[in-house]
């Protein structure tokens, strides 16, 4: 869901039903950061769960009034299978056209480590 602030007042939570393409036929996403940019062009982080049934980092994309959903492409060495396990938690949109968000995955061993990824 969203919530949008104007003079101090927050909005009515609105419900995001965007998925990313391969998600679970039992979706399950959650988000837990959302920075935006002057334009208004909004990005918010967190996870979802894959067709494979895992949870994985998902990023979405705000603009002209609509959200669009996909799941980051997981670094190198990053696990696959029952350890699958990645996601994203904050993101800081700078100027006009640079954002960054950061997070962790799990690697084969299923030991924890820092990812981080920028728009273009």
């Avoid at 993101?91 to 924890?112: F, I, K, N």
Wanted: aromatic content about 6%; charged content about 10%; proline content about 8%.
């Amino acid at each position: 869901m969203v919530a949008t602030e104007s003079k101090g007042r927050f909005s009515g939570a609105v419900p995001i039903t965007t998925l990313p393409q391969g998600a679970s036929a039992k979706p399950s996403t959650y988000l837990l950061g959302v920075s935006c940019r002057p334009s208004g062009v909004c990005f918010a982080v967190g996870g979802g769960r894959n067709k494979a049934g895992h949870s994985v980092a998902m990023y979405m994309v705000r603009s002209g009034g609509q959200w669009l959903a996909a799941f980051l492409a997981p670094p190198p060495g990053a696990t696959a299978g029952q350890r699958e396990l990645s996601a994203l938690s904050s993101v800081s949109c700078t100027g006009q056209a640079h954002c960054s968000a950061a997070g962790y995955y799990h690697d084969g061993l299923g030991a924890p480590h820092a990812e981080a990824a920028s728009t273009p």
